[in-house]
C-alpha cells in the first residue's frame, strides 16, 4: 500500500503524540460534511439528529460503520486517510466514539486543556481523528493542544488549571485538515472570537491487532541508526533518523524529565518495533545491564 | 478600601525560582481582567524571580518529592509549581 506512513512520520508520532494533515479531505466533502452539520436532519451524506452526526455501537469495527452515510464513509475511505489509520490502528479498527465539536459565535471563553476519557496507561494507544471541514482562521480558536504531552499521565480535566503551555499550538487550518492524535494528548477548545459558527469532528479508533511495524517499514533499517553515544555530534545531525527525532524535547518539558519523555519514546517505539533492545543513545541499555 | 487578591500560577523548568517558565495561569480576584485557557502564547515573566522582582509575593512552591516506587519513570502533572499574589485595593 502506497500510503502507509513513512518511519519518520511515525518517530515523528510518537515522540510529538501528533501528525497535521493540511487540506487532506477534497473540497466536495468537506462541503458536504459542513452543509449537512449546519442543515441537521438527514442530508445528503449524513444523518444529523440533535445536532450530532448518527453514532454506532462502541467497538463496531470501522468497515461496517457510516455505510449509511456516504460523505463520511467516502472520508475514511481516501486513500491517505485509509493509510494513516492503518499504519496507527491497523486494517480494521474499533469505532470508540465520534462527536462534533462545535464553537458558537463570539464566546468568551475556551475549553480547559485536559486528556480525553480517563487516565490511561496502557502503551498501545488509540487515536483520535480530528477532521475540519472549513478553514479555521486564528480568531476562529481552533483545537489547542500541547505537543508531547502524551505520555503524562493525568486523569482527564486534572490540568485545567494550566491556561497556558510554551510551545502550545492552535489549530489554524485550510478546509479539510486532518489532526491525528495520541489518545493521550493534552488539547481543548480554543475561544472562537469570530461571527462564524466553527466545526470539527472527531472520531476515536481502537486498535484491533497489534501495533507492529504497521506502516511503511522500508526505510525502518535506513532511518534507525544506533544508538550513538550521547555528546556524539553524529547523533544531533540527522534529523530524519528516529533516535534523532526522540532526543529533540519540546520547550516545556522540565529539565528534568526531558530524559524522561525519551525513555518514554523509546518505550513505545519497541513495542512499535517489536524489538525490545531498541535504544536512543544508551538510556534504557545502562539501566538494563544487570552485571 | 478592600483588598482583593490576583493570583498567578507560574510552572518552572526546574525546583529554582529563576529557572525558565514553562507554563501559567492568572486568577483576577478584583474581576477587571479574565484570563481564558490558550489566551497568551508567550510567558508574563521568563522567571519567577522575574515576577518577585516586579512585586508579585511568592506565597507556595512545589515541594520536591521523590516519586513513588514503581513510578520513576512516568512523567504526569508540571512538576515546578509558583503561586504567587498580588493584593490590590477596591473600592
Given at each position: 500500500m502506497d500510503n502507509l506512513l513513512t518511519t519518520q512520520q511515525m518517530a515523528l508520532f510518537v515522540a510529538r503524540g501528533f501528525l497535521r494533515f493540511d487540506a487532506l479531505v477534497p473540497e466536495s466533502i468537506n462541503d458536504t460534511v459542513l452543509a449537512a452539520i449546519e442543515a441537521g436532519g438527514e442530508q445528503d451524506g449524513l444523518l444529523i439528529q440533535d445536532s450530532e452526526v448518527h453514532s454506532y455501537s462502541p467497538g463496531t469495527p470501522l468497515s461496517e460503520c457510516y455505510v449509511d452515510q456516504p460523505a463520511l464513509r467516502q472520508l475514511l475511505d481516501l486513500p491517505s486517510v485509509r493509510g494513516i489509520i492503518q499504519s496507527l490502528v491497523g486494517r480494521d479498527p474499533l469505532f470508540d466514539h465520534h462527536a462534533i465539536h462545535h464553537c458558537p459565535p463570539n464566546q468568551k471563553t475556551a475549553q480547559y486543556i485536559h486528556a480525553d476519557s480517563i487516565i490511561d496507561t496502557r502503551t498501545n494507544f488509540d487515536i483520535q481523528l480530528m477532521y475540519y471541514p472549513h478553514e479555521i482562521t486564528e480568531?476562529?480558536?481552533?483545537t489547542r493542544y500541547v505537543p508531547g504531552s502524551h505520555f503524562r499521565r493525568v486523569n482527564?480535566?486534572?490540568?485545567?488549571?494550566?491556561q497556558n503551555i510554551k510551545g502550545q499550538q492552535h489549530v489554524v487550518c485550510p478546509a479539510g485538515t486532518l489532526l491525528v492524535m495520541h489518545h493521550g494528548i493534552w488539547h481543548g477548545g480554543g475561544r472562537n472570537q469570530t461571527e462564524n459558527h466553527r466545526y470539527m469532528f472527531k472520531i476515536r479508533l481502537n486498535a484491533t491487532?497489534?501495533?507492529?511495524?504497521?506502516?511503511?517499514?522500508?526505510d525502518l533499517d535506513e532511518k534507525s541508526?544506533?544508538?550513538?553515544?550521547?555528546?556524539?555530534?553524529d547523533a544531533y545531525?540527522?534529523?530524519?533518523?528516529v533516535q534523532t527525532i526522540f532526543e529533540l524535547p519540546e520547550k516545556w518539558f522540565p529539565m528534568d524529565e526531558s530524559r524522561l519523555e525519551i525513555v518514554n519514546r523509546i518505550k513505545l517505539w519497541r513495542h512499535l518495533v517489536g524489538d525490545e533492545s531498541f535504544d536512543s543513545h544508551y538510556w534504557l541499555s545502562r539501566l538494563e545491564n544487570n552485571n | 478600601m478592600k483588598q482583593r487578591q490576583i493570583v498567578m500560577v507560574l510552572y518552572s523548568r526546574?525546583?529554582?525560582?529563576d529557572s525558565e517558565v514553562v507554563g501559567w495561569a492568572t486568577y483576577d480576584g478584583t474581576g477587571k481582567t479574565f484570563h481564558h485557557p490558550?489566551?497568551?502564547?508567550?510567558?508574563?515573566?521568563?522567571t519567577g524571580l522575574e515576577a518577585m522582582l516586579d512585586g508579585w509575593r511568592v506565597i507556595q512552591i512545589s515541594q520536591l518529592v521523590p516519586p513513588y516506587p514503581g513510578t520513576e519513570y512516568s512523567t504526569s502533572f508540571l512538576p515546578f509549581e509558583i503561586v504567587l499574589e498580588q493584593l490590590v485595593e477596591v473600592e
Open positions: 480568531r476562529m480558536g481552533g482527564e480535566m486534572a490540568i485545567a488549571r494550566y491487532e497489534k501495533q507492529v511495524k504497521l506502516w511503511n517499514i522500508s541508526v544506533g544508538p550513538k553515544a550521547i555528546f556524539d555530534p545531525l540527522h534529523r530524519d533518523r | 526546574s525546583s529554582a525560582l490558550g489566551g497568551q502564547d508567550e510567558p508574563p515573566y521568563n
